[in-house]
């Protein structure tokens, strides 16, 4: 009877522990509907317009490209501007922003697309797109 006492506390806790772990790759604020990062996004334009970026290829202020600080180069990434629901798919090909409490860097292509070139900033959903 012990034993099976003993065996059903030793089950249960390593079931507890399972649920408990994380493999580390998802942020914490993923959710259901797939939103890997929310924050605030800014956007950079001509005046980089023909520069290399980190990815190497030149900067193109026309095309819908964006900087993240640790997303692979080449990841498209659904942007949400959470004020007025409008989106965007960008392609990752430089590092930044380099302002801290920002998130994404649009080209300013990506940013006339969901409406935040006047304001400068938006607060947006980042979502993944595989």
Not at 105 to 118: F, N, P, R, T, V
């Amino acid at each position: 009877m012990k034993r099976k006492i003993l065996f059903l506390l030793i089950f249960s806790f390593s079931v507890f522990l399972t649920g408990c772990s994380s493999n580390g790759s998802e942020s914490s604020s993923t959710s259901a509907a797939g939103i890997f990062q929310t924050g605030t996004a800014s956007w950079y334009g001509s005046d980089y317009n023909g520069l290399p970026t980190a990815s190497g290829e030149p900067f193109d202020f026309k095309a819908f490209t964006a900087a993240h600080r640790s997303l692979a180069f080449g990841t498209m990434v659904e942007v949400t501007n959470k004020e007025n629901g409008r989106r965007v798919t960008v392609k990752i090909n430089d590092r930044g922003p380099k302002i801290e409490n920002r998130i994404i860097d649009l080209s300013y292509a990506a940013a006339l697309e969901i409406g935040m070139i006047q304001s400068g900033t938006a607060m947006v959903d980042l979502k993944i797109i595989n």
